[in-house]
């Protein structure tokens, strides 16, 4: 049989006995999310997977030091530190495909993660072409960072630098060239206005 009840509060209420928790309260939940939809199932409350092992890395006191969910796209960013080495990786939830975008295996390399600046700000951009998808990242210790993700997959270990993975790109060596010429057409001679 299955138990279903309304939690017409929707409190969780840890602070007291669940003897004596007011009608509405819940004392403990795990592996749920809330229903964002329209209906009448808004703000219901949905039983979800746990963890389940995906991958096994082979990495000696390995964590995940931050995680970004595509929903969309069915895939898993996560960012590892361990004794050995530094790695972001990506899990194809679809098709079970598990690859490395970037890997340091100097712990105190390029990537530079520190388990005491967690990657808490982590974002994807989507383009109309998946070869063009970005993921940017910050940690609060490093520049801010930003990667192509299908160029990231070939790069490999350590064949990429700073400039390859931050945000802020170098400038340019030297300032653009033009030749300005004189044409009848008003609409070529506004060069100075488009620089």
């Known amino acids: ?31 749920i999310r809330v229903a964002n939809t329209d209906g009448s199932d808004m703000g219901a409350i949905e039983n979800v997977r746990g963890n389940k092992k995906l991958t096994d890395l082979g990495l000696t006191d390995a964590i995940t030091i931050g995680k970004f969910s595509d929903g969309s796209n069915q895939k898993i960013y996560w960012f590892v530190s361990s004794d050995t080495k530094d790695l972001v990786m990506e899990y194809d939830i679809q098709n079970s495909i598990t690859s490395v975008l970037l890997e340091s295996s100097n712990p105190n390399g390029i990537l530079n993660f520190d388990r005491d600046f967690l990657i808490t700000g982590v974002t994807k951009v989507i383009n109309g072409d998946s070869s063009k998808d970005l993921l940017i990242w910050t940690d609060d210790l490093n520049d801010p960072r930003c990667i192509n993700i299908e160029r990231a997959k070939t790069y490999g270990a350590d064949n990429f ?7 802020i790109k170098r400038p340019p060596l030297s300032s653009p060239i033009c030749t300005p010429s004189f044409t009848v057409s008003s609409l070529e001679n506004n060069l100075e206005n488009k620089f």
């Open 1 to 31: 049989m299955k138990l279903k009840n309304t939690f017409v509060q929707g409190k969780m209420n840890k602070d007291i006995d669940e003897r004596l928790l007011p009608k509405g309260q819940y004392p403990h939940a795990e592996n």
């Open 161 to 167: 630098d700073n400039f390859d993975i931050n945000l």
